[in-house]
T-cell receptor, first 109, second 114 residues
């Protein structure tokens, strides 16, 4: 059973607009939630994280929001740029680090 | 280059053969992780080490799979009697103890079992 779920396999967003990627989790014991970005033929790279005791963390164009009551987190990218086109993985950290299936983001010119 | 390196990058083998992958983590990192990724899926956790101790092992890791990190530096992942279902990208990652989950991944080793 998946503990970390990304229900949208893909998302297309116009350049300059906001991209919102969503993630749901089932285990309340996770300490941190993270987003990773992956380009083809490369390993995933860390993007941003949030502690389970916070509800928002911002780093430049990237903001992660955590809603613990809904067991939901989202990644906002604004403004979206062509280089943001990649697969984004949501991950949760407890005793191990569990990844979702990913969402492929296409930034349209 | 001081990132995580994996070898070989690609391996093609026949069903029933044994294969071994090597991972060299970032030198200051004491945690090392192995994940498997198939098409359309996220990385699936296999196992992780803190120094030379294997602390956690997924139930996905059948008895045909074994991982070692003998001196707390590089690690090997061996698959015995490979099956076609073992075809996947095998990813290695490393981190500091106490890290909040920020992993540094290698580029992966792609296994194709014919």
């Amino acid at each position: 059973d998946q503990q970390v779920k990304q229900n949208s396999p893909s998302l297309s967003v116009q350049e300059g607009r906001i991209s919102i990627l969503n993630c749901d989790y089932t285990n309340s014991m996770f300490d941190y939630f993270l987003w990773y970005k992956k380009y083809p033929a490369e390993g995933p790279t860390f993007l941003i994280s949030i502690s389970s005791i916070k509800d928002k963390n911002e780093d430049g164009r990237f903001t992660v929001f955590l809603n613990k009551s809904a067991k939901h987190l989202s990644l906002h990218i604004v403004p979206s740029q062509p280089g943001d086109s990649a697969v984004y993985f949501c991950a949760a950290s407890g005793t191990t680090i569990i990844f979702g299936k990913g969402t492929r983001l296409h930034i349209l010119p | 280059d001081t990132g995580v390196s994996q070898d070989p990058r690609h391996k093609i083998t026949k069903r029933g053969q044994n294969v071994t992958f090597r991972c060299d983590p970032i030198s200051e990192h004491n945690r090392l992780y192995w994940y498997r990724q198939t098409l359309g899926q996220g990385p699936e956790f296999l196992t992780y080490f803190q120094n030379e101790a294997q602390l956690e092992k997924s139930r996905l890791l059948s008895d045909r799979f074994s991982a070692e990190r003998p001196k707390g530096s590089f690690s090997t992942l061996e698959i015995q009697r490979t099956e076609q279902g073992d075809s996947a990208m095998y990813l290695c990652a490393s981190s500091f103890r106490g890290s909040t989950g920020e992993l540094f991944f290698g580029e992966g080793s792609r296994l194709t079992v014919l």
